[in-house]
């Protein structure tokens, strides 16, 4: 499966972006999907997953209550809806695909490319 996230940009902080990762090459909805986020000298770290069915979404404790992971698998799609943002969401966001929501929040098999989420102070 192939991945194409974007979205990112730059944003004051207690602004909102949505990030979108389109995919293409398997059965989107056979997989399940994730967002990581990674900063310069950091391990990759994980953000929120959603099952195949968009009805188990998880995230990581510093996002809950702010981020949203959904899903359109009409649309190849999988969303991440960023509200409340804070400048230590700053990262470069990956989208990931798994077969299993336990492989998509700890080894995804599939990564996308990032997109730069900056937030201002």
């Known amino acids: 499966v192939q991945l194409q996230a974007f979205g990112g940009g730059l944003v004051q902080a207690g602004g909102s972006l949505r990030l979108s990762c389109a995919a293409s090459?398997?059965?989107?909805?056979?997989?399940?999907m994730g967002w990581f986020r990674q900063t310069p000298g950091k391990k990759r770290e994980f953000v929120a997953a959603?099952?195949?069915?968009?009805?188990?979404?998880s995230y990581t404790d510093s996002v809950k209550g702010r981020f949203t992971i959904s899903r359109d698998n009409a649309k190849n799609t999988v969303y991440l809806q960023m509200n409340s943002l804070k400048p230590e969401d700053t990262a470069v966001y990956y989208c990931?695909?798994?077969?299993?929501?336990?492989?998509?929040?700890?080894?995804?098999?599939?990564w996308g490319q990032g997109t730069q989420v900056t937030v201002s102070s």
């Open positions: 990931a695909a798994d077969k299993q929501l336990v492989g998509v929040t700890n080894y995804p098999d599939y």
């Open positions: 090459g398997r059965t989107f909805s056979s997989y399940a």
């Open positions: 959603i099952n195949y069915a968009g009805d188990m979404p």
